[in-house]
């Protein structure tokens, strides 16, 4: 019997130490370890059978070299490279990149690539960066000069595309000294913002049609019919990343924190109260169906910490928000499994607006689209936004590497 009170007691000692020991170590390294165990290759992060550029690649790519910058983790800076060195050739050529797709989708994974370029000194990386800024060049507007979210969805704008396309732009802008540029970058947000915004939740539609063609799109107004959580957080994370590189000085840089601090209020305001994370829908919390859903609350944390971070909006009362929201996401979405890694839990898995089949932006299709854990497009959100976390001075404590 004594025997086994030691064993026991030992078991024990040994469980606490190994959860103390895991509680020392940030989110954002425990989420970027668990991701790299489940993907030995970066391509595989958005539930792929075969390489792909794309967004979410791009997403995570930017999301593990923050982390391994912030905490000098060499590994996180090998993985992402492997990928880097797959996808791009000697000649800065990207694998399965077609520009005449036209798809701002694509362009997100530019952000890496002059980082990568920056830190590996291969000119490889910068002349793929310059083929999708090249794409910038030719790519489809609508009559006012907004860029078309993909050639196979004409006239259109979606929030989405604001992520994909802007903050690249602007960074492209800068490293080739065309600062003419950056009132195109402006115009794309302002002109979506009036276009899509609905005074109802001070937040914004999904997506707008100039040509009202769309079956989904309002004969009014040529917006889709709600406000999507995961929608309004890539525009958030878009204007929030995009301060990063429109120079202090630019005459209209105040009309992109004036935006920011609107949609920060709407999103403040939508959160759901108890649990203090959002909804799939932001304009029918109530309704039977609606679910809180982890990737839009992942990039709403990001967004408002940053912004706070950085001086866009008041630490009163956005701070506070934000840090429960944080806690919020931990509760409601983050799961320790079995192995030892983390999930992040209850992620929207893909939604978007016309297509085949045939994407009608009803909420019932919103509500209905598959629900799955480890989503890209809420990992990597929830790195960046634990990162964010991990700077602030929460409480009077700040996190230290």
């Known amino acids: 019997m004594k025997r086994k009170r030691n064993y026991l007691l030992s078991l024990f000692v040994l469980l606490f130490f190994s959860c103390t020991q895991e509680e020392k170590i940030p989110w ?3 989420m970027a370890e668990s991701e790299i165990k489940r993907n030995p290759e970066l391509w595989q992060v958005d539930f792929l059978k ?4 794309d967004y979410t690649q791009g997403l995570m790519a930017q999301a593990l070299m923050a982390t391994a910058e912030t905490y000098g983790k060499q590994e996180f800076f090998d ?13 800065g050529a990207i694998l ?3 520009l005449e797709d036209y798809s701002l989708d694509r362009l997100n994974g530019g952000k890496f690539l002059w980082k990568m370029w920056r830190r590996s000194g291969e000119e490889r990386y910068k002349a793929a960066a310059l083929l999708l800024r090249s794409q910038l060049d030719a790519h489809p507007r609508t009559h006012e000069g907004g860029f078309w979210h993909k050639k196979i969805y004409p006239w259109q704008m979606w929030l989405d595309g604001l992520y994909m396309g802007a903050p690249f732009y602007a960074q492209c802008a800068g490293e080739q000294n065309r600062p003419e540029d ?3 970058v402006i115009d794309q947000f302002t002109l979506v913002y009036r276009h899509t915004y609905d005074p109802r939740t001070g937040l914004n539609f999904h997506g707008w049609d100039e040509s009202r063609e769309q079956a989904w799109a309002d004969p009014e107004t040529g917006c889709s019919p709600h406000v999507w959580g995961r929608a309004v957080g890539w525009f958030f994370m878009a204007l929030t990343d995009v301060l990063d590189f429109i120079p202090a000085e630019h005459p209209r840089r105040g009309e992109i924190t004036e935006l920011l601090v609107r949609v920060a209020e709407g999103v403040k305001n939508t959160r759901e109260p108890a649990s203090k994370v959002w909804y799939q829908v932001l304009d029918e919390p109530e309704r039977a169906g609606n679910y809180l859903e982890a990737s839009a609350s992942s990039m709403f944390v990001y967004a408002l910490l940053k912004a706070v971070r950085m001086g866009y909006l008041p630490a009163d009362p956005y701070l506070t928000v934000a840090e429960e929201s944080y806690q919020g996401v931990i509760r409601q979405f983050v799961r320790q499994e079995a192995d030892g890694t983390v999930s992040l839990t209850r992620c929207c898995a893909v939604a978007g607006l016309g297509g085949n089949p045939y994407r009608d932006g009803s909420f019932e299709y919103y509500v209905g689209e598959k629900i799955r854990d480890n989503d890209p497009k ?3 959100p929830f790195i960046l936004a634990s990162l964010e976390y991990e700077k602030m001075d929460i409480n009077g404590e700040k996190s230290k590497p």
């Not at 993985?79 to 000649?91: G, K, W």
Request: hydrophobic share 30%; proline share 3%; aromatic share 20%.
């Open 378 to 380: 809420g990992v990597g």
């Open 50 to 53: 075969k390489p792909k550029w």
């Open 96 to 98: 399965t990149y077609k």
């Open 182 to 184: 950056f009132n195109d």
């Open 28 to 30: 954002s390294v425990r």
């Open 79 to 91: 993985y992402t490279e492997q990928f880097a060195r797959q996808f791009v050739d000697s000649t």
